[in-house]
């Protein structure tokens, strides 16, 4: 069964802090992941990423795939109260979007 | 605003009552997926269609559902007989084909 596996469940930061998440799946037929963040309504889109070892940057937001070891991290440095959120990694398998349960960042003044 | 729109944004409905919600997905795109998310969890796949067509159902999907893109364009999903499992967050997405998707702000529904 395919599933995609987001870790930590949540995080609690200061600002200023550089923070890491995890993302892990098993699908049958990968075709991309893709990191989203998600505030009170609907989840926005980050970055969709294809092919492994290459970052993709977006101010202070990055992140990379590792399709040997399966999974994606997304990096947020000098983390802001803005960036408190819900944040939802997802594989695209089989033209179906798997998600993951997001990780939940909240980011202290 | 050319994003993609939903309506209702709330709906309270008694348990047993049926109700539609609306998507109106960005007009150039031709696949719309509906998604339904509980509190905690990412957005669950319900059912997906490219232009008219509905390609795929989820098994998430019972009789109870159903959803309709009759022109290609906006798309309506009905659950009859509401019952309070169902309340949630039902997200209507839109995309080119390109698997970005772009999400509406969603219907809430709460089933008392």
């Known amino acids: 069964e395919d599933k995609v596996v987001q870790s930590p469940l949540s995080l609690v930061v200061h600002e200023g802090d550089t923070v890491t998440l995890n993302c892990s799946y098993e699908?049958?037929?990968?075709?991309?992941l893709l990191w989203y963040k998600q505030e009170k309504k609907a989840p926005t889109f980050l970055f969709m990423l294809t092919s492994s070892g290459i970052e993709k940057k977006s101010g202070r937001l990055s992140s990379i795939l590792d399709k040997k070891e399966l999974f994606s991290i997304l990096n947020i440095t000098a983390t802001q109260t803005g960036d408190s959120a819900v944040y939802l990694c997802a594989v695209d398998s089989n033209y179906q979007l798997i998600w993951g349960a997001g990780t939940k960042l909240i980011i202290k003044p | 605003d050319t994003g993609v729109s939903q309506d209702p944004r709330h709906k309270i409905t008694k348990r047993g009552q049926n109700v539609t919600f609306r998507c109106d997905p960005i007009s150039e795109h031709n696949r719309l997926y509906w998604y339904r998310q509980t509190l905690g969890q990412g957005p669950e796949f319900l059912t997906y269609?490219?232009?008219?067509?509905?390609?795929?159902k989820s098994r998430l999907l019972s009789d109870r559902f159903s959803a309709e893109r009759p022109k290609g364009s906006f798309s309506t999903l009905e659950i009859q007989r509401t019952e309070q499992g169902d309340s949630a967050m039902y997200l209507c997405?839109?995309?080119?084909?390109?698997?970005?998707?772009?999400f509406g702000n969603g219907t809430r529904l709460t089933v008392t």
């Open positions: 699908v049958t037929n990968f075709r991309s």
């Open positions: 997405a839109s995309s080119s084909g390109l698997r970005t998707l772009h």
């Open positions: 269609f490219q232009n008219e067509a509905q390609l795929e």
